[in-house]
């Protein structure tokens, strides 16, 4: 039979989660809630609730979500004085707006994950990953072998479910 985890039945197993998923390090947690560094990381590696983590991502994608709408109001406002600079023909300044709408858009694209970066695509942040992911994970409840199996794998590819 297994061992029961130390961080798990911590009083302050909450915070030290809060801890882990705010990065703090293995080291500084350890010390501060007075627990062995192994058993931090092995709370991390085996025991660290995916709810937690799946919260945090989705506080993310708001943000980032947040980062595209005023990235749209400020590619809205460049092509108002794009327009406004073409009327009064000055093309020097409409081509200045041009070239900042067409650095927005890339931006835009990069963020919103259209534009492939270095030869690269992460798809382990996508809302759809992160979903699906759970979706199976929750299906695999009543085979836990099988789940345990899953999640190994799937930390090969990510940091964690």
Sequence with gaps: MSRKCSICEHAKA???NQALIEGQSLRNIAKQFEVSYSAVGRHHKEHLPCSLLK????KEITEADNIIERLV???????????QVKREKDY???????ARAEKQ????AKLLGE???EGAVNITISAEWIELRAVILQAL?????A?????????GTERRC
Excluded: G, H, V
């Excluded at 020097?92 to 041009?98: E, M, R, S, T």
């Excluded at 858009?105 to 835009?108: C, G, I, V």
């Design 14 to 16: 909450a915070k030290i």
């Design 55 to 58: 919260s945090k991502r989705i």
């Design 73 to 83: 109001i400020l590619t809205n406002e460049t092509m108002e004085i794009y327009r």
């Design 92 to 98: 020097d300044l409409a081509l200045k707006a041009i």
């Design 105 to 108: 858009a890339e931006l835009q």
């Design 115 to 117: 534009l492939q970066q």
């Design 141 to 145: 409840d009543p085979y836990p072998e």
């Design 147 to 155: 789940r345990e199996k899953l999640i190994a794998a799937i930390e």
